[in-house]
């Protein structure tokens, strides 16, 4: 036999009265190891469905030399043994008896730990589960998740005995077709019992339920979850959308502070919240719009582009399950411009950028998206040391910008001696807001490239 081929046998363990079978099929039963294993000897017991795959067993012969001549006929046989067409690889256990025929799971109790083969997380709701569930007796409570497995639930009863009548009528049963969405075919349940006993609900979601408790708070993020998945004309999922941005940085060669980003993305509306951070080695932002529209249209408008020439700080966008971000009013990784407390600006500084005043932009300066056309810019004059808002539809030649007040009256704008995008100066060549399209010319946002400068990068 090739030495790169699974062996069906390990020859250098100790023999043992109980043997050891992989590669079975799933859900394998009792009479199936038996009818294999009875020509040899008498079994006197057996443990089915072992491992994560339970795809192994264990099988007990009541003598030694039994398990011998089992393990030795099909070392020497040209026709392996098979169960439901699968080769089965047979080894020594390095048990001598079974102890336990039962396995956690197959202990019976009030919990049921169910595993929806087939299916991705929001294809099948926490309301079809109670559906299908609650037929068999009164369901107290649900907590849905994702493991290796796949896609699970808890489901707790009153009693161990309606959680077995549950379990003995739809495990390996599949649920209706016309409960689950166009795009799933059919799917399984794999059914067993927990080890719990009472679930700990903390909120009432569409990731968790709890039947019993009718003052248990509602989680305001999580329970717009509960609505299906839109399908869209291809038959794939279409990503649920939100007033809030989720913006992965790429090929980040300069600095994108919170300013940059304010400046980028308040040319499609108000920008209520910023939140900068780092996840998986890489940069990530967080960019919270007052309604959907005006998230879909940034979006759409900037994904794949470029905040600096050259192809640097490259955005790709997606929606967060995020409605409402909780972040400091005022640091170095976050802003939130909804607070009207003029005392934050006045006292707090930014610890990355020398000593300077505040240079963001004001968010009612930005111009606002509406209906199928952007707001026509109203020629006006920028305050000194405040940052210009980009207008996407602006073309070469003189910059148009709107001019309107701060949302703090009285606030004046003392004259900035850093520039308000980095914190280390933009390098020869390169400019910062190179939003380009395809097809469309480099264009400056409010003007042309300048003199001596390279064009804007396209994407």
């Given at each position: 036999m090739s030495s790169s081929s699974q062996p069906q046998f390990r020859y250098t363990q100790t023999p043992s009265k109980v043997l050891h079978l992989r590669n079975l099929p799933w859900e394998c039963i009792e009479e199936e190891l038996v009818e294999l294993c009875k020509p040899f000897g008498k079994i006197v017991n057996t443990k089915c469905n072992v491992g994560a795959n339970r795809n192994q067993a264990f099988v007990e012969f009541a003598d030694l030399n039994q398990a011998i001549s089992m393990v030795s006929y099909y070392a020497s046989s040209s026709e392996p043994a098979q169960v439901r067409g699968k080769t089965v690889y047979i080894q020594y256990s390095n048990r001598h008896e079974i102890v336990n025929n039962k396995s956690p799971g197959d202990v019976p109790g009030n919990v049921l730990l169910v595993t929806i083969e087939g299916v991705e997380a929001g294809d099948v709701s926490i309301d079809v589960i109670h559906l299908v569930f609650s037929a068999f007796g009164f369901v107290h409570k649900i907590a849905t998740f994702e493991k290796a497995a796949g896609f699970q639930a808890l489901i707790q009863f009153t009693d161990a005995e309606t959680a077995s009548s549950a379990r003995n009528a739809l495990d390996g049963r599949s649920i209706p077709r016309y409960l689950l969405p166009e795009h799933v075919g059919s799917c399984h349940l794999r059914i067993s019992y927990s080890a719990h006993t009472d679930l700990n609900i903390k909120f009432q979601s569409h990731r968790s339920r709890d039947y019993t408790n009718p003052y248990l708070p509602v989680n305001p993020t999580a329970i717009e979850g509960v609505m299906q998945p839109t399908i869209g004309p291809d038959g794939k999922k279409k990503e649920l959308e939100s007033n809030v941005l989720l913006a992965s940085?790429?090929?980040?060669?300069?600095?994108?502070?919170?300013?940059?980003?304010?400046?980028?993305?308040?040319?499609?509306?108000?920008?209520?919240?910023?939140?900068?951070?780092?996840?998986?080695?890489?940069?990530?932002?967080?960019?919270?719009?007052?309604?959907?529209?005006?998230?879909?249209?940034?979006?759409?408008?900037?994904?794949?582009?470029?905040?600096?020439?050259?192809?640097?700080?490259?955005?790709?966008?997606?929606?967060?399950?995020?409605?409402?971000?909780?972040?400091?009013?005022?640091?170095?990784?976050?802003?939130?411009?909804?607070?009207?407390?003029?005392?934050?600006?006045?006292?707090?500084?930014?610890?990355?950028?020398?000593?300077?005043?505040?240079?963001?932009?004001?968010?009612?300066?930005?111009?606002?998206?509406?209906?199928?056309?952007?707001?026509?810019?109203?020629?006006?004059?920028v305050p000194p040391g405040q940052v210009p808002s980009w207008n996407p539809s602006a073309q070469a030649g003189p910059a148009a910008y709107v001019s309107a007040s701060g949302p703090f009256p009285g606030q004046t704008y003392p004259q900035s001696p850093v520039s308000g995008y980095a914190t280390a100066p933009t390098p020869t060549g390169s400019s910062p807001l190179s939003l380009t399209q395809p097809g469309v010319p480099p264009v400056r946002p409010g003007g042309a490239s300048p003199p001596g400068h390279p064009p804007y990068y396209v994407r």
């Open positions: 940085i790429e090929n980040m060669q300069y600095a994108v502070t919170v300013d940059v980003l304010n400046t980028v993305f308040s040319a499609f509306g108000t920008v209520q919240k910023v939140a900068i951070f780092e996840k998986n080695g890489g940069t990530q932002a967080l960019i919270q719009y007052p309604d959907i529209t005006t998230a879909a249209v940034a979006k759409e408008s900037l994904e794949g582009h470029c905040i600096y020439d050259g192809g640097y700080c490259k955005l790709h966008l997606s929606y967060s399950r995020h409605t409402d971000l909780n972040v400091k009013a005022y640091s170095d990784k976050s802003r939130d411009y909804t607070v009207q407390d003029q005392t934050l600006l006045a006292t707090q500084q930014i610890p990355s950028v020398p000593t300077a005043p505040s240079v963001w932009q004001s968010h009612q300066a930005a111009p606002m998206y509406s209906g199928s056309e952007y707001a026509t810019a109203v020629p006006g004059q």
